[in-house]
């Protein structure tokens, strides 16, 4: 919204400022000038927009191929303690419902901010302090123990994956540079444009589809929380597996 207004209404103080100019700051000469410096906003703005773009875009995958690597890292685990033997029941247990937490906090009802609480981080730190705990009786038994130990540090470091989301990666004098370029291209559009209904609809467009750009920037910087964010389907795909059972 604010970059809406800043450029519509750039331009439409481009058109005020028009009137109260003299006509020799309006000529040709002038027009030209004016167009040739305001092209070089014009691609100073698309470059910095384009490499913002970018890296939200970058860091959403990331984030989004993170959920689905650790989703499979879980289901493995998971399947590692089923062929333990039946002495890791209560680890499984306690694996499914850190996992059921861990869903719900980062993907809350009501498009609230994820929770990344102490308490979470301590019972997967149990969970993994249970699997070293193991006492294995033949050579297949201590694999199985040491490379379940090895998924559980894998899960563990993920669940810091959140930690950061609710706060916008997005620096702020980029975005400051980015609305004070907007303004000025705007105003001059405005400032040599004539009035009428068809230049100011087309101006308006112009407005909506740069400030749409912004948004959906904004919304990948954001993963976890927003209209655009990655999908937990994965870790319910893990869970789902996980309330299966030993007999997968």
Known sequence: ??????????????????????????????????????GLIATMTALVLGLITGSAKSSFDETSKAIERGAA??????????????ETAEVRKALRSALAARIDAAWP?????PRL???DVRRAENIVAAIHALEPTNEEQRWLRSRSADLGEAVLDARWLTANAGSASMLGPFLTALLFWLAMTFTS??????RNGTVLGALL?????????VFLVLEMDGPFTGLVKVSPEPLRYA??????????
């Open 189 to 194: 559009f405005g400032l040599f444009a004539p």
């Open 1 to 38: 919204m604010l970059v809406l207004v800043v450029s519509f209404g750039g331009a439409l103080a481009g058109m005020q400022l028009r009137r109260s100019l003299p006509p020799h700051h309006l000529d040709e000469s002038s027009g030209n000038t004016v167009k040739v410096a305001i």
């Open 109 to 113: 009802q009501g498009n609230g901010p």
């Open 73 to 86: 890292e879980l289901i493995s685990l998971d399947r590692a303690l089923v062929r333990y033997g039946p």
């Open 205 to 213: 467009v112009c407005a909506v589809s740069v400030a749409s750009a």
């Open 239 to 248: 869970l789902t597996q996980m309330d299966r059972g030993p007999e997968i």
């Open 117 to 119: 609480e102490v308490e």
